[in-house]
């Protein structure tokens, strides 16, 4: 029986924020990327549950993420 394939928040935007280290796409950090396929279901929905709130807390200015508020 195939697998189903694995849930990714990427969206073939790809660029790093070199500062806070995070996807401008996803918003997944790089420690989250390296190791997504290797994380079981549960850890890659808890980082997806995770994303939205980041995603306020972070803002895209030009190509730079910010946190809001600074």
């Known amino acids: 029986m195939p ?3 694995i849930a990714t ?3 073939n935007i790809c660029k790093i924020d070199r ?3 995070f996807c ?3 918003f997944r950090s790089l420690g ?3 190791a997504w396929v290797r994380l079981s279901p549960m850890e890659r929905e808890a ?3 995770a ?3 980041r995603r306020q807390r972070y803002h ?3 190509s730079h993420i910010t946190i809001s508020g600074t």
Do not use: F, H, N, S
């Open 3 to 5: 697998q189903a394939p």
């Open 9 to 11: 928040p990427c969206q």
């Open 19 to 21: 500062q806070q280290r």
């Open 24 to 26: 401008l796409g996803c």
């Open 32 to 34: 989250e990327i390296a």
């Open 47 to 49: 980082v997806m549950a």
């Open 51 to 53: 994303l939205p709130a």
């Open 60 to 62: 895209i200015v030009g």
